[in-house]
């Protein structure tokens, strides 16, 4: 039996995630923003999990999108699956956020597919392979950036509490483009959805992405947003933006691995070259134990090079009913949909692990078998 807290510390140096925590659990309107984006970088093999073939992973976040909000997808007759057939972790976040009692909405940053749900669309296109150091134009990510501050400032009119979060097939790849970009030394560090992590092709691909930019190494450090206009994805600039704007007035908790960790040091990186005035004192990001401690990765190494509060989901999936969610603990999938922060917020809420594990066990009933399920 594991002896870890349900939400377990990881990094937190200046200890900011208390406050988070007696904040989160007293909010009367927390609420849940899912950016769904896509980029080229997904159709290749063994870069996502998100999906068994290109067609499919393309579509992953409009799915995602419309089962967190209607219980089951629209644009397709299944939620994604792994190539190993392990379903999609919207399954997790959906039966999480009823038991924090947190409302859900939807941005497409640059989805393949708009969600055929209601969203709100800052969509500049999906972004293009970051190999071609050319992944979106950097008009395109100053959009978007200025989309993600105006939406947060919006949101203080009625929130009192954030958890944003990501649906970005190939994200963890893209992830680790910004951070080379602006000069971490994250080799070997940065997680993925599949179980064994191709560290040396996707370091490739965006080594020869930067290579193409053809930029200095010190230019991202000067001016952020051009890495990913170089080597990112859509969601980044959005979620950067949004987080600026929220976090100096309501509790932000990033909901993701290695692809909100990324956006954390776009994040101070902003603040750094003096881009955007601000702090980011109320935020911390939040993933699951399957990223925290992938053997594969080095998750809290990489929160410890950034300085970002880290904190992870630890649920006994064991515990479960069901074969496609105990593969968890066998590190498929691992992460997405926020289910990390979402599994998090609800025990902050008042959930406990067994409660959390039945209502996801619940929830996958009614999501991929089709029973009629109680999940009040």
């Known amino acids: 039996m594991s002896t870890r807290n349900f939400v377990e510390i990881l990094h937190d140096p200046e200890v900011r995630f208390a406050p988070l925590v007696k904040r989160i659990r007293t909010s009367t309107a927390p609420h849940f923003l ?4 896509g980029s080229e970088l997904s159709d290749r093999e063994g870069i996502s999990a998100a999906g068994l073939s290109a067609q499919d992973r393309r579509l ?16 397709a007759d299944s939620l994604p699956v792994s190539p190993r057939g392990i379903v999609s972790p919207v399954v997790l976040t959906r039966s999480s956020l009823r038991l924090a009692g947190i409302t859900a909405a939807i941005v497409d940053c640059g989805c393949f597919v708009p969600p055929a749900v209601d969203h709100v669309s800052f969509s500049e296109g999906y972004g293009r392979c970051p190999s071609t150091g050319r992944a979106m134009d950097l008009n395109s990510v100053q959009r978007l950036f200025d989309a993600g501050v105006q939406t947060g400032r919006d949101l203080l009119n009625t929130r009192d509490a954030l958890v944003i979060a990501e649906c970005v097939p190939g994200g963890t790849t893209t992830a680790l483009g910004i951070l080379l970009a602006l000069g971490h030394k994250v080799e070997g560090l940065v997680s993925s959805s599949l179980p064994i992590v191709n560290h040396s092709e996707r370091q490739r691909l965006i080594f020869e992405g930067l290579k193409n930019a053809g930029s200095e190494p010190g230019y991202y450090r000067a001016v952020p947003l051009a890495s990913v206009a170089a080597v990112g994805d859509p969601m980044q600039a959005f979620v950067a933006g949004a987080v600026l704007a929220a976090s100096p007035k309501i509790p932000v908790i990033m909901g993701g691995g290695a692809q909100m960790l990324a956006v954390y040091a776009l994040i101070k990186a902003l603040i750094d070259c003096n881009y955007y005035q601000g702090g980011i004192e109320s935020v911390a990001v939040a993933t699951t134990k399957w990223v925290a401690f992938d053997r594969g990765a080095g998750s809290q190494s990489l929160a410890q090079l950034i300085g970002a509060p880290f904190v992870a989901a630890c649920p006994d999936f064991y515990q479960s009913r069901h074969a496609g969610l105990k593969a968890y603990e066998e590190g498929n999938v691992k992460e997405g949909v926020g289910a990390g922060a979402s599994m998090a917020v609800a025990n902050i809420r008042g959930s406990d692990d067994s409660t959390i594990v039945r209502a996801i066990d619940s929830c996958y009933d009614e999501m991929v078998l089709g029973k009629i399920a109680n999940l009040s």
């Open 60 to 75: 992953t976040p409009a799915i995602d999108a419309e089962a967190l909000l209607k219980g089951r997808p629209i644009s």
């Open 34 to 37: 899912l950016c769904a984006a």
